[in-house]
């Protein structure tokens, strides 16, 4: 091997090591791997940030930008009302989530799919008194497994499309995936709802959120003392007292009981302050306002909320602002308006002060606001909230004008009048025009971590064809073709795909893995065209662990799974997909 390939492969051996460490976000690790490629010459300086130009990039953000726009539509809100009457037994129930996650998924981002269907899954849970831990797994792997279905489903089918289109001069149409995928798809969501919730853990029945949370462990109230130093003072100089440690749900001042409390009130002697903080900073809060504890209070959530203030359950999205961040350091009351309540990670209350918990992606936070601003708070901080509507979400009327421009840009990708990066760029451009998104709103929809991942991934994807990297990689597999079939290959490639997709994001599996499979066909002297599918179907099955996608980390608070619950049903899922899309890709797409 060349010094080149010496130091690329150790730049991706790193990458891989990075990836499956998890302390660095993947966006991150993407742009080290950027930099050191260039800095060791894999990658020459002029094509460091070519990537960011790439249709691929541009196509992914279009179609973040579609799904946002989908969401606003409440098209699924209406889908959902129809999936009422098949909650009769677990298996229709797990069958109507996952199906209509997988519906959505093949026409727009997996994490927007899963995003609407979240809620309608967890009330669904609630009414039937089914452990919400059943429906959360099945409905995220239902929305990776519709993904497969179409060219816009998932980024890697967006990649592979521009790959083969750079290698042959001619991409995979709309629904070129669709026979292999859609296949797939309906075998595994079959799976899903006969088997596959059997084999996940059984984590009781979904609790209200003072059970969840252990509300009566914390909650107190405070009387301010007619010679406190404190009255006449804003509740935001005592709040800063506590250091993001105590948290004021309530404030009762003679007959009028006021919840979440605007910082700025001042407060006066016999306030009533209800309270919540452990046991220690309580004690040191009261010696130095000289308040006075008055005991246990009244705990019952519907005490907490009003016609004005609300409680929402949200789960921080990865790349949220809040990820690595404490509550005291991001003083969530005085900058956004909400109260942090209770703090849940695998579907246990964390036990440390409230003000130091370090947040990570997937804990479930339990939060008191003002109903009329909740969403713009929850939306800022990065998180999805996990009941549908309970505080008048502020979405408008459904309206048919995005989904009759997001079909008409696929109904001009699908008949070749335009590529797929012009025709879903036009179509959020008319979808700004027409107000139907807002120039902030659609920011805000780009998922910005996916771009830079895509961005700095793909020049060193190129690196592995331009310095043969690929060929050294082909050339083992090449010799094994001599000894075993051509679809022992295919599986071969399709199994280590899925392998290297669990740890790394899907979309830089597609764009390391896509060269490979390209060297593979031309290798063996064949059609490149199964084992690009191959690679599809691989990077996109991400079922063993929750870091490979996005999706499977948002659903681990909500159902209180751990890290090992993951392959109890995406192995055997593995298994089956392999063993139905081999066939399916060797009768669609031979050799």
């Known amino acids: 091997m060349s010094m080149e390939q010496y130091f690329l492969f150790a730049i991706i051996g790193a990458g891989l090591g990075m990836f ?78 996952s199906g209509t996650a997988a519906a959505c998924s093949a026409f727009m981002n997996n994490v927007g799919a899963l995003a609407l269907m979240l809620p309608v899954a967890i009330r669904s849970a609630k009414e039937t008194r089914r452990p919400v831990s059943r429906f959360l797994m099945p409905l995220s792997f239902g929305s990776l497994l519709g993904g497969l279905a179409t060219l816009i489903g998932t980024p890697p089918n967006i990649i592979i499309a521009n790959v083969r289109a750079e290698t042959t001069g001619q991409t995979f149409a709309m629904f070129d995936f669709a026979p292999v995928g859609l296949g797939v798809a309906i075998v595994g969501i079959i799976f899903i709802a006969l088997i596959g919730w059997r084999l996940l853990p059984h984590r009781g029945e979904v609790a209200d959120s003072q059970a969840r949370f252990m509300l009566e462990d914390y909650i107190t109230e405070l009387r301010v003392r007619t010679g406190s130093r404190f009255v006449g003072r804003r509740l935001v100089d005592l709040e800063l007292l506590g250091q993001g440690d105590m948290v004021v749900v309530a404030l009762i001042r003679r007959e009028d009981r006021m919840l979440a409390p605007s910082g700025f009130l001042r407060l006066q002697a016999e306030d009533i302050l209800v309270v919540e903080a452990d046991t220690a900073t309580l004690e040191r809060i009261a010696e130095k306002a000289e308040l006075e504890v008055e005991g246990s209070a009244e705990v019952e959530t519907e005490n907490l909320r009003s016609e004005r203030v609300g409680l929402m359950e949200a789960v921080i999205v990865p790349g949220s602002r809040l990820e690595a961040r404490t509550a005291q350091g991001m003083r969530l009351h005085t900058r956004y308006g909400v109260n942090l309540l209770g703090v849940a990670r ?246």
């Open 346 to 591: 695998q579907g246990r209350t964390v036990g440390e002060r409230l003000g130091q918990v370090r947040f990570r992606a997937g804990d479930v936070l339990l939060l008191q606001g003002d109903r009329a601003s909740m969403q713009d708070a929850l939306t800022n901080l990065g998180c999805l909230p996990l009941a549908q509507r309970e505080i008048g979400l502020g979405r408008p009327k459904s309206s048919p004008v995005s989904p009759l421009i997001f079909g008409s840009a696929i109904a001009l990708v699908v008949s070749g009048t335009v590529p797929a990066q012009i025709a879903f760029v036009a179509a959020a451009v008319a979808l700004v025009i027409l107000q139907q998104v807002s120039l902030r709103e659609l920011y805000e929809s780009i998922d910005w971590s996916v771009i830079v991942l895509l961005g700095a991934m793909i020049p060193i994807g190129t690196a592995l064809e331009t310095t043969g990297g690929t060929m050294v990689i082909a050339g083992p597999i090449l010799t094994l073709a001599d000894s075993i079939p051509l679809w022992g290959v295919l599986v071969l490639l399709m199994v280590v795909t899925m392998l290297i997709s669990d740890v790394m994001n899907n979309a830089a599996t597609a764009v390391l893995m896509a060269p490979i499979g390209i060297a593979i066909g031309q290798g063996l002297g064949v059609s490149i065209d199964p084992f690009l599918m191959a690679v599809a179907v691989g990077a996109s099955s991400t079922y063993l662990t929750p870091i490979g996608h996005q999706s499977n980390l948002l659903v681990m608070g909500p159902g209180g799974y751990k890290f090992g619950d993951y392959w109890r049903m995406g192995l055997p899922l593995d298994i089956l997909i392999v063993s139905a899309a081999v066939p399916l890709i060797l009768l669609v797409w031979p050799f």
């Open 20 to 97: 499956a460490w998890g302390r660095l976000r993947y966006d991150v690790v993407a742009i080290l791997l950027l930099l050191a490629s260039v800095a060791t010459g894999v990658v020459a300086t002029d094509h460091a940030f070519s990537g960011f130009g790439h249709p691929a990039v541009v196509t992914v953000a279009a179609i973040l930008i579609l799904s946002r726009a989908l969401r606003k539509s409440r098209i699924v809100e209406v889908i959902s009302r129809f999936l009422e009457p098949a909650t009769s037994n677990t298996s229709l129930h797990v069958l109507a989530m």
